[in-house]
């Protein structure tokens, strides 16, 4: 036997382990940090839907109805029509031998949101251009070679903080649906499936007037355990940002903080609001 | 959207159910494949693959866990990815030291490959016997093929701890498969 065929027989053990495995790696962080009075890891997943060129459609607060054991974000017009122009270039980039995968790299959110032309969520967290190594695949649609089912973003890491510098800010995705079918004009998205009930526990506006929505799910399993969401912006351009917490005392420390990063965010709106 | 959905999406050849996919798990394979690689790139290009590669095979296959199907998928194609990586010499080397570390319990005899199925089933049987902690080190070490230094981190740990509970690991593994008839 060879090392190699263990590496590949663990492929096949049974997936709760690996599910276990990584509850029990959170506790085990949970309990490196208990000492800790910062936030605990987050992971913010950005969601960018709608058109610049949507006139109304952008200020709308977030839609999000807690629905059982989720919380459910109602998105008009979650399509982007990606420019021709646009378009040609990422088709002309393809390489074939990469399975037609086009690698595009961009060095600025700048240059990516010029890219496509759209407006783009960013952050002055995020406003570092040297720190920024940001890059999206496009995927072509092979049989039909019509322009791609998905463009998405790799993760993007950051820190604040002297005292929770390990701790990343955000690691999450990007995901756009580019224009591949035109009578998609309603789409939702549920976040935190979870064994407990959902529920909306804030709706504000930040002091630089954008509309926020908290949500959170207690888990049936253990009351202590909740997870808690946070939507920023516009049913368009809109932070979501998660958070597991693990008791009471942190759960109302984690709200605070969610308030404290929405404040710090910024949207970058397009020139015509 | 529930994995039913989703799944039945793939069976109508509707490609909303690779943006539904890499909705619902995609930051969750992005992860798998970059703990692997190490590399944004290879990371996501090794998820896209995933989906092709899931596109592919959905039908005729309708997976019971969609996520541990791909998660699996993604798992094999990064492992692929840095096989070929490290034939080229780069890439993190964590596979090759993974491997040399297997080797002290499982050196390669140039045997024939060990039943697939049989292994697998030993493996289950040997990580249920394992402490909460010292399976989910071995996980992180031998299933995301995690550096010892992120294991530590990540789970609160000195680096010797977890050196240690994997070696002490590796020990009670060569002990249970010399039991069970493999060639060690």
Redesign the interface.
Known sequence: ???????????????S??E??EE??KI??L??REKKTVLLAA?L?LFLCGTAATAGLLWIKPDVRPEGNSLTVYMREGYIELPEDKIQTILDTRIPE??N?C?LTFDTFAEWQEFLDIPLVTSELLDTPQNI?T???V?A??EKLKLM??L?L??VERFFGEECS?VPLW???I?I?AA??AD?VERE??AGVTDGKAEIIEEYTTSSGIPCVIGKIVSEKNAQNSDLFLYYGYESVMYQLWVDTYSPEEEAMILEDLKVIADTLQIVYPAEK | MTDEKIIELFWQRSETAITETDRVYGRYFRSVAYGILWNHEDAEETVNDTYLKAWNVIPPERPEHLKAFLARITRQLSINRLERNTAKKRGAGQYELILDELAECIPDTGEDTANRTALHDMLNRFLRSLSSDSRTVFIRRYWHIQPVAVIAKDCGMSESKVKSMLMRTRNKLKKQLKEEGYSI
């Open positions: 036997m060879k090392p190699e065929d263990l590496i590949n027989a663990l492929n096949d053990i049974d997936y382990m690996i276990e495995a029990n790696q085990l962080a309990k490196l992971i997943a990469r399975n995968n690698i190594n890059f999206f695949t995927k649609a092979e089912s998905m998405s790799t993760t390990d690691s999450g995705s995901t649906t591949v079918s998609a998205d549920s």
